[in-house]
Structure formats: C-alpha cells, structure tokens
C-alpha cells in the first residue's frame, strides 16, 4: 500500500513498522495524514500476518503537532468535523485488536501527542518533549487528548499539564506514567523493534486474549473484569499453543506456536 505521508513496511515476523514521513514539517498531522493513519491502520488490522505494529516519525521528531495552517482556517462548525476525523483515527488505533507500540523522540506534542496516548505503550528517547500546548494557541486539543491524558495520568496532573500548556521532558513523561521506559536517542528504534518481535514471537492467541483482558476489562468493574479474565483464560486453555507451551516447559526445549 502506497502513501504519501507514511512509510510502511512489514517484516516476517509479524511486525509491522509505520512511520510518519513529513520530516520537513517535523511530521505535522495534516489532514491527508490522519486520513492515510486511519486507512493504514484499517489494513493491518486485516492483515493476519501482522501481530504488533511500530509506529514512529521519520527525522528528529515524532510528531510537532496539528499543521497550524490548516488549523487556523477552521470555524466552530468545521473545527467538529476535524475532530472526529482525528477521534476515528485514532479510536481505531487504541480499539484494534493488535499492540502498537510508539517510539517517541524529540517533540511529541499537541496532536503528535494526541496520536501517541493511543497507542498502548510509549517508549521514549532522552530528547522526547511530550505536552499538549493548544492553550497557548487559543485552542484545547481536538483529538482525544483531554480525555486520554487524564485517564492514563490522573485528572490533576492532566489538568496542570494541559490548562499550562506545559511541556515535560522524557524522564518527567516517564515519572508521570505517561511512557513506560526512556532509553537513549539512538538506542530507541532498536530497542522497541526488539520489544515488538519479542512480542510478535509469543503464542498468538495468548497475546490476544491478554490484550483483550486488560483493555476491555480497564474500565470495568473489578468484579466483571475478573469474570472476562476467566472467560479468556478458558479460552486460552483450550488452544494447540497452550499444550505446546506447557509441553515445551517440561521438555527443556523452545515452544512451536502455531497460533491455533
């Protein structure tokens, strides 16, 4: 699949690599950019052969934000239509059925910002500058940010971080819960390409039901999140792969999951 703002590539073991490509723009989301993500995301949830899917920037930076120019020109009538462009795009990242790992460095902010908390881990490089600045534009982040910040940090750092417009630097991100690890500039890539095969290399279904398990049941109480864990661990133990693994176990020897 060809685009004009993103580079895809997938390798053979199940993991597919997206990047944003308008470097020149320190990979502004524009409009065709939101419109590609949503289609690209579209096809790997299709796509059987994918099992995790990487997502960075291209250049120095993984995304500056929303493109101004664009966002200048919008009313109150035609700012809601771009909002829910963004909210489907990035819904249909966070709600996939498939891990998508982003790997932050240099400036992730605003919109770029908006598109990481999607994912479901961050990692982040030491020159990551994370925040939601749209108050010093006149404006509050349109898609998903308010909403996302506070459930993944709480409501008050949410809030200090977003009516200040502040920025944090990457080990503020990651004493904040914001991203899960920080790591040198230049070790980033290779350090989530290894955490995303390690991923794809475990049983398949497993990894599924586990993803399944934490974020259908995040928002539940505890008592139907427990009940949907032991659905799905039913489910898991009836499977090929979980006799696989427990036989491999006891064997000595490395397991064969066929994903079935």
Known sequence: ??????????????????TLERPAVLNALNEETIRELDSAFRTLERNEEVRVVLLSGAGKAFSAGADIPEVHRLD????????????????????????????????????????????HIRIAGTDARIGLPEVKLGII?????????????????????????????????????LVSRVVKPEDLLPTCRELASRIAG?????????????????????QAGLDLETALFGLASGTDDMKEGTRAFMEKRRPRFKGR
């Open 1 to 18: 699949m060809k685009f004009r703002n993103l580079r895809l590539e997938i390798d053979s073991g199940g993991v597919a690599e997206l």
């Open 141 to 177: 982040p349109g898609y998903g940010g308010t909403q996302r910040l506070a459930r993944i940090v709480g409501r008050s750092k949410a809030l200090e971080l977003l009516l200040c417009g502040r920025t944090l630097s990457a080990r503020e991100a990651l004493e904040a819960g």
């Open 76 to 119: 109150a009538e035609t700012s809601q239509a771009f909002s829910r462009r963004g909210h489907a795009a990035l819904n249909r990242i966070e709600r996939g059925s498939k891990p998508v790992l982003a790997a932050v460095r240099g400036f992730c902010l605003g919109g770029g910002c908006e598109l990481a908390l999607a994912c």
């Open 202 to 222: 475990q049983a398949p279904l497993a990894v599924r039901y586990c993803f399944e398990a934490v974020n259908r049941g995040y928002d539940l109480p505890l």
